[in-house]
């Protein structure tokens, strides 16, 4: 089973990535709104690369 550490944050990166999101779409601001959009892809992006941390830790686990 993976970290649950890792993917407890996973959770919570992808959760602030929505909420950022959904924040950005009430902006009248079309820059502000694009930028609140470019922060909550990185949130997303960087749950991706802990999820893939949380797999390799499982793997390296699974060999030891």
Do not use: W
Request: aromatic share 4%.
């Amino acid at each position: 089973m993976p970290d649950a550490e890792i993917l407890l944050l996973v959770r919570e990166l992808r959760a602030r990535a929505r909420e950022i999101s959904a924040r950005a779409e009430t902006f009248n601001d079309a820059e502000a709104r694009q930028r609140m959009r470019t922060l909550a892809a990185t949130y997303g992006k960087l749950a991706a690369t802990y999820e893939k941390l949380a797999l390799h830790v499982e793997r390296r686990a699974d060999e030891a």
